[in-house]
């Protein structure tokens, strides 16, 4: 069963497109729960994912309501990233089929998103840090979750 990586409405093309090639490379699915704020055939998407884009498994949903029908029929364990959350994502167990949500560069997720998750992590940052690059983010948490599940 693969690790699932969500973004939320994301922003910014180049961070899409790298968390693309980042799912190619460690054999992830990406969701991408719609509306984007950018055309997912958008320019910047195909340079950072650049030849990686046609191995990635990427799975579009319309709005948030189909992708939680998908996750209900899944069974899938939805957990999300957030800076409002205490638990830091290194002190979490994660198993094989979970999926890592994401919020948008700009806003993260609105108050329904984050009472619809199962659980919800943070990656630790020094006080006067605001936040992390998306892309990043989604490297480490998809690297802690894929160590503890042997991959």
């Given at each position: ?125 020094a006080a006067q840090a605001r936040s992390l690059n998306l ?17």
């Amino acid at each position: 069963m693969p690790l699932h990586i969500a973004l939320f409405q994301p922003d910014i093309p180049g961070n899409t497109g790298t968390i693309l090639r980042l799912g190619a490379c460690l054999d992830c699915r990406v969701h991408i729960v719609e509306p984007a704020g950018f055309r997912l055939d958008d320019k910047s998407l195909r340079r950072a994912g650049m030849d990686y884009l046609e191995l990635a498994a990427l799975q579009r949903h319309t709005d948030w309501e189909q992708f939680l029908k998908w996750r209900d029929e899944e069974k899938v364990r939805l957990i999300l990233f957030t800076t409002k959350a205490e638990r830091a994502y290194t002190d979490f167990s994660y198993n094989e089929g979970d999926c890592l949500l994401f919020g948008r560069e700009t806003a993260g997720v609105p108050d329904d998103v984050h009472e619809s998750c199962d659980e919800r992590v943070t990656i630790p940052m020094a006080a006067q840090a605001r936040s992390l690059n998306l892309a990043m983010s989604v490297a480490m948490g998809a690297g802690e979750a894929l160590r503890q599940i042997g991959r």
